[in-house]
């Protein structure tokens, strides 16, 4: 059709619906039907105004209305001929912002509900990105001829306010679709509201004819479910409701009669296309002034480092916080900013970072003794993860650890996770014994995603591993393969910038019996005995075994946890343990266990030096130096 013709014919339809043509006609003569009396609290003086407004000016009101409406429809016809000689572009949506006059005489007063509610009208200038199938699934919804109800159910933050403010702004026009068409959309604010008061509300909203109620976070008023449950299928009554996706299933599906009545519209978020459409608009209402890369760097960090909130959330929020800058933002301020707001490391890698990634290994052997395989792993997968080379389909990198209890295992990750996170929470740990009977698969999975959604960049340790249930090692499936890890809610929490470590006593007694023993061979003897599934091993990018300590590494370790003891001694107590070959000697001579490791030390070194250390003290020494023998 010709763009001007095609601007005329929607000019003419906004002209004749700008005044409510259609609906003052319709209740030019019976706006009582919908309008009963002047108020719960009215007197006679009252009813007797309320009659002359409603009944007599109400008549001449609407009358005068449908006149001028059809006056101006009518010179917006003669303009036919300007639209057909000139390619003059007007769009609906740009019709249905400028609204419409006088649907609000052709329905009753809602006094009660006036006083605990709001009309939710949008700004024009905020735009819908990706909730086309939302907003055709709530149209569907309000056009039922009963249980005109809908319940929009996503997460706080993906836009279910939004759509609501946009179904406000449509619902002011005569253009937009019959069922929220001259209706008000009313939020009800339910904290505080008596009961009575609320049964009113209800009665007013249900017997005015034009309201379409909405009650934010239904979830947390089950007590009023079946006061509601009568008005669900008012014939002129319609009820959006909202909640997220753990309270519809822990809340609202414990009430089926309740949920039964409403249309649930998922309401999920924007794709990385559509979050970027909106930051750019957000930008421009803010008046922002951010080059294009730098909003393509705000949304794709959101989504990689922000787990435990969604988007477009989570986007804004960071573009709020770039807003404070007052300048031109780039690339580098968006980096900054979420490498502050998150603690973890963006961009170029500094100085002083290149000099902890180079000498992580050193620094690692350092503290750990005769695990070199491993030392050298870890480190390169950190290096992998850093640098942005690693396969962000999985987690930058996920490790078994086998070996006999004591050997270091754990000792390795927390040595790990100190030199290069540079902060001891950073290893998140879970004792697999506690989660051996399938039935603890809701609660590991819920404790695994909030961890990780707190802190995407971390190491998790996942002690014991085959003390787990197999239905958990199947569900650790998906996230070494997927990186990955989806909640019975349908919410996913990523593991892409999570390096994992799990380690297992199984098949210690073979390592004790065999230290050489080939890799291959363990493996193939846990598969046989059933301890893991051979597809679950596969997903690991190594597994590593953890040799028995030998007597020279005893001794090492012994000189380590001498060492740090004796600085804590010093710094605690001013007192200077004097550490002499014969004491390392004494202490890992005391402490050699190749079936326990470096434990036994641990309990050497409190049984020769600590022992003797509480005895100087309560002797009444308070410094100098110690010499034990």
Not at 346 to 357: Q, R
Request: glycine share 6%; hydrophobic share 40%.
């Amino acid at each position: 059709m010709h763009p001007g013709v095609q601007s005329w014919k929607n000019l003419v339809i906004y002209a004749y619906s700008a005044f409510s043509i259609p609906l003052l006609l319709k209740t030019l003569f019976s706006p009582w039907k919908n309008d009963r009396d002047a108020g719960p609290n009215a007197g006679i003086l009252e009813k007797v105004v309320f009659f002359i407004f409603s009944r007599i000016l109400g008549f001449i009101a609407r009358t005068v209305l449908i006149i001028i409406g059809l006056i101006f429809t009518f010179l917006i016809i003669l303009t036919f001929p300007i639209f057909f000689l000139l390619p003059i572009k007007i769009n609906v949506e740009t019709l249905q912002n400028m609204g419409s006059f006088g649907s609000s005489l052709s329905y009753g007063e809602t006094y009660t509900l006036n006083a605990h509610s709001r009309n939710i009208i949008g700004s024009s200038v905020q735009k819908i990105y990706g909730k086309e199938k939302a907003l055709r699934m709530i149209e569907r919804g309000l056009s039922k001829g009963t249980n005109r109800n809908v319940l929009l159910v996503g997460e706080t933050g993906v836009g279910k306010s939004t759509l609501i403010s946009h179904l406000g702004r449509l619902s002011q026009s005569g253009l937009s679709f019959p069922s929220i068409r001259y209706h008000r959309i009313v939020e009800l604010f339910m904290e505080g509201i008596s009961l009575e008061d609320f049964d009113r509300c209800l009665q007013e909203a249900a017997s005015s004819g034009n309201v379409i109620l909405v009650i934010e976070n239904i979830h947390g008023y089950e007590s009023a479910y079946e006061r509601l449950i009568p008005y669900l299928h008012a014939p002129h009554l319609g009820i959006i409701a909202t909640t997220d996706l753990s309270n519809y299933d822990q809340v609202l599906k414990n009430h089926p009669e309740f949920l039964s009545k409403f249309e649930k519209v998922d309401v999920t978020e924007p794709n990385e296309e559509e979050t970027v459409a909106i930051i750019t608009n957000n930008a421009r209402l803010l008046n922002i002034k951010i080059e294009p890369e730098a909003i393509l760097e705000i949304v794709r960090l959101a989504d990689r480092l922000i787990a435990n909130q969604p988007e477009p959330s989570k986007s804004i929020l960071i573009l709020e916080e770039l807003q404070t800058l007052g300048k031109k933002i780039t690339i580098e301020d968006v980096r900054q900013v979420v490498s502050d707001k998150t603690n973890i490391p963006i961009g170029e890698i500094g100085a002083d970072e290149k000099k902890v990634l180079l000498g992580l290994e050193d620094t690692m052997r350092k503290k750990i003794v005769g695990q070199d395989e491993a030392v050298k792993d870890v480190s390169l997968a950190l290096r992998r993860l850093r640098t942005g080379i690693a396969d962000h389909s999985k987690p930058a990198g996920s490790f078994l650890f086998l070996g006999p209890t004591g050997v270091g295992k754990t000792y390795t990750a927390k040595i790990l996770a100190e030199s290069y996170f540079g902060r001891k929470n950073a290893m998140i740990r879970f004792d697999m014994s506690e989660f051996s009977n399938s039935g603890t698969i809701e609660s590991f999975t819920d404790r695994l995603a909030s961890a990780i959604e707190e802190a995407p960049l971390s190491l998790i340790f996942f002690d014991e591993l085959e003390k787990a249930s197999t239905t958990i090692h199947n569900l650790l499936l998906q996230v070494l393969d997927e990186g990955r890890l989806t909640r019975s809610s349908g919410r996913t929490a990523s593991f892409k910038d999570a390096i994992i470590i799990a380690t297992s006593n199984a098949g210690s007694s073979d390592i004790i019996a065999n230290p050489q023993i080939d890799k291959k061979e363990l493996i193939n003897k846990l598969i046989e005995n059933s301890i893991f599934a051979p597809e679950f091993l596969n997903r690991f990018n190594d597994i590593i075994l953890f040799k028995p300590l030998d007597q020279s590494e005893a001794r090492k370790i012994a000189s380590l946890l001498l060492s740090d003891f004796a600085e804590r001694l010093f710094e605690d107590k001013k007192i200077k343990l004097v550490i002499t070959e014969a004491l390392i000697d004494k202490v890992s001579s005391a402490g050699f266990d190749p079936e326990f490791g470096a434990r036994p030390i641990k309990r050497a070194l409190e049984e020769v030096v600590e022992n003797k250390v509480a005895e100087y003290i309560l002797a009444g020494n308070t410094e100098g130096s110690l010499t034990i023998v």
